[in-house]
């Protein structure tokens, strides 16, 4: 997995695969949870769009102001050409997530679908985590949501997101994986935490932070899959 991390692997991939696929959810299964804390008015960006269908089934429920970035500049043409179209209002820009183009605020809502952890697969993954996070805060709005759906448990992506720079209130969901039955979820034990995704919340509090409150705000809402 640790190609994963690599920009090159990205750029092979899409020029050898052009089939959308979507890493872990496709919308109808995380919308139950994400619709709490996105509006259709909202600025939203797709960090790491990939070829997923998520932006465009959300756009068809309305949510048509999304900026999708990627750093394959492969991927970014052919979303370009797909969507030029059949959901013109979506922008798609070729960009770093660790170095985003975009003013401070820019953004109520950031959305990343497994972007964390590709980069925790590659070389530095956690200085580049942190400045992926560190530009993702900045570009968020004063009351903004970062929205991270990963495969890693809390204990293995908490900690990333414990750095003092940061004032955010985290929630933690759990939805079962797609290849998991209803019937094997309801019976699992919770440490049969294989069969879940997870889906990190963390809502800006920018004005705690100004006023003193470096540490991170965290509260703990470990909800089973819907």
């Known amino acids: 997995m640790a190609h994963?991390?690599?920009?090159?692997?990205?750029?092979d991939r899409y020029t050898k695969d052009q089939d959308p696929f979507d890493?872990?959810?496709?919308?109808?299964?995380?919308?139950?949870?994400?619709?709490?804390?996105?509006?259709?008015?909202h600025q939203i960006l797709n960090n790491g769009c990939g070829n997923s269908r998520m932006s465009e089934?959300?756009?068809?429920?309305?949510?048509?102001f999304i900026t999708n970035i990627d750093i394959s500049q492969v991927v970014i043409h052919q979303m370009i050409d797909k969507y030029k179209d059949k959901c013109p209002n979506l922008k798609f820009l070729c960009m770093d997530g660790r170095q985003l183009q975009f003013e401070d605020g820019s953004f109520d809502a950031v959305i990343d679908k497994g972007t964390?952890?590709?980069?925790?697969c590659g070389d530095s993954s956690g200085p580049n985590a942190q400045q992926m996070l560190?530009?993702?805060?900045?570009?968020?709005?004063?009351?903004?949501?970062?929205?991270?759906?990963?495969y890693g448990i809390p204990e293995q992506r908490e900690h990333y997101f414990k750095h003092s720079s940061f004032a955010w209130e985290l929630t933690v969901h759990k939805v079962a994986?797609?290849?998991?039955?209803?019937?094997?979820?309801?019976?699992?034990?919770?440490?049969?935490?294989?069969?879940?995704h997870y889906i990190y919340v963390l809502k800006k509090h920018e004005a705690a932070k100004q006023e003193g409150a470096i540490?991170?705000?965290?509260?703990?809402s470990k909800n089973k899959s819907r």
Request: aromatic share 16%; proline share 5%.
């Open 177 to 196: 994986k797609p290849t998991i039955s209803t019937a094997t979820v309801l019976s699992a034990d919770d440490k049969e935490k294989k069969n879940f």
């Open 4 to 11: 994963y991390g690599k920009p090159e692997y990205w750029e």
């Open 23 to 41: 890493w872990y959810q496709r919308w109808a299964g995380v919308k139950d949870i994400l619709t709490q804390y996105i509006q259709q008015t």
């Open 134 to 150: 560190t530009e993702i805060y900045r570009t968020l709005s004063p009351n903004g949501v970062y929205i991270c759906i990963s």
């Open 215 to 220: 540490q991170p705000i965290i509260y703990y």
């Open 57 to 64: 089934e959300m756009y068809e429920e309305g949510y048509q």
């Open 116 to 120: 964390m952890d590709s980069i925790l």
